[in-house]
Structure formats: structure tokens, C-alpha cells
């Protein structure tokens, strides 16, 4: 059973471009979580996305950022016109569908965006 | 809200014992999470402790809680050069989905 899968792990794009970030759960796994960190910082809450759902966005920035997780295939978290801020690693995480009472949800190896 | 602070910095010698320490503000029924991340690599699940337990140990690692301080920390015992790395406490609600992460503890373990 293949882990959380992220792709790429490493990003590069000049300021403007579009970053896409994608993020295949582990098998039988319906939520994901994608989680930001910044430079010398711990990881901050972004998104929360079941099944062709988002659950909550409240972590989410209001412009630029958007995510998706469709009925078929990875989830994508999408970040339009990139800025030097965004340079980051992003995590994926993800969890059965008994979220509630699960004791752990499972973290990806992320993806280091670097903006240029 | 949910808040999580550890110390930035730990540098022990290696053969001893590290100490890290985590401080949160939730009341509520909660699992406790320490995390550990390498260079460049990805967070790793090192053990994780319900609000109700006041202690759990695996191995070379064990985890103190006390709930009255809201103050946990993770022992690990016979430090290792590999130890090295970051430590992140992190907590969840039960029932909630959304885990609060700490800023990390950076141990260097010196040889």
C-alpha cells in the first residue's frame, strides 16, 4: 500500500506562472488536507477536501489559491500568478473516511515550490 | 483558539537523553501528535498520545502529558546522531479535522 503520493517534489516557476501541485492519497483514503510551510515555520492548515467537496477553506489565501480533489484522479492544490511569498514546501495529507475517530492522517513527502 | 508552542532550539550530546517540550490551549478531548522531519524530507509520525493518557512509551521515545499545564514533551532516550532533525508537536480535536502544528524544535545531537 503505497503511501501519500505527492508530484513534483520539487517546483521551480518564475513570478506570474501558474504552480500546480498534485497529491494521491493513500488507497481507500477519501479526505485530504493540504498543509503550507513556510521557511523555518511549522506547517499551517490550508484546505480540507473530501470527494469532488471542499469541506473548509478557511486556511486557504482569498486570490490566487484554489483546490480540487475530483471524483477521479489526485487532488491538485493550484496556485495562479505565483509570487516570491508562495515559495514554500506543501504537504498533502490524508485520511480514511472515519476521519472523525481517526488517530492519524498520513502525510506525503510534500512539494518545495521555489519561486524565482 | 488552538495554539501550539514548543522551544526552537535543543542541542544535546550524543549518548543522553533529549527532552522536548510543548505547550497547548485546547481543552478539548484531543490527540497529541509529535512529528519529526529531516532535511528536506517529509514529516514522520513518531508516536501520539489521547488527552486522557498521562504517559506513552515506545521504545527509545516517551511521552509525558500533563493536562492540568496542557504541557507535553517527548523524551527520547540514548540520543543518536540520527536523531537529529525537527520535532513538531502538533494536536487535533476529536472530531475535528484540522491538525495545529507547532513552529518545531530543531535538535542537533552532537557527537
Known amino acids: 500500500n503505497a503511501g501519500v503520493m505527492q508530484n513534483p517534489r520539487h517546483l521551480v516557476r518564475r513570478r506570474g506562472q501558474e504552480a500546480r501541485l498534485r497529491c494521491s492519497p493513500m488507497?481507500?483514503?477519501?479526505?485530504v488536507y493540504w498543509y503550507r510551510q513556510l521557511p523555518e515555520e511549522g506547517l499551517k492548515f490550508m484546505v480540507y477536501?473530501?470527494?469532488?467537496?471542499?469541506?473548509?477553506e478557511s486556511g486557504m489565501p482569498k486570490e490566487r489559491f484554489s483546490a480540487e480533489f475530483p471524483k477521479e484522479g489526485p487532488s491538485i492544490l493550484r496556485i495562479q500568478q505565483v509570487v516570491r511569498g508562495d515559495s514554500a514546501a506543501y504537504f498533502c495529507?490524508?485520511?480514511?473516511?472515519?476521519?472523525?475517530?481517526?488517530?492519524?492522517?498520513?502525510f506525503g513527502q510534500g512539494t518545495r515550490l521555489t519561486v524565482v | 483558539g488552538e495554539d501550539v508552542e514548543q522551544s526552537l532550539f535543543l542541542s544535546v550530546r550524543e549518548g543522553d537523553s533529549s527532552v522536548i517540550n510543548c505547550t497547548y490551549t485546547?481543552?478539548?478531548?484531543?490527540?497529541l501528535y509529535w512529528y519529526k522531519q529531516e532535511p528536506g524530507a517529509g514529516l514522520q509520525l513518531l508516536t501520539y498520545i489521547f488527552s486522557n493518557m498521562d504517559m506513552k512509551q515506545d521504545q527509545r521515545l516517551t511521552v509525558l502529558l500533563n493536562k492540568k499545564d496542557k504541557h507535553l514533551s517527548l523524551r527520547i532516550a540514548d540520543t543518536q546522531t540520527g536523531d537529529s532533525a525537527i520535532y513538531f508537536c502538533a494536536e487535533r480535536i476529536v472530531g475535528g479535522f484540522k491538525t495545529i502544528f507547532g513552529a518545531g524544535t530543531r535538535l542537533f545531537v552532537k557527537a
Open positions: 485546547d481543552s478539548s478531548s484531543t490527540y
Open positions: 495529507a490524508s485520511s480514511p473516511p472515519t476521519a472523525g475517530m481517526n488517530t492519524e492522517a498520513f
Open positions: 477536501l473530501q470527494k469532488e467537496n471542499i469541506i473548509d
Open positions: 488507497k481507500g483514503h477519501s479526505h
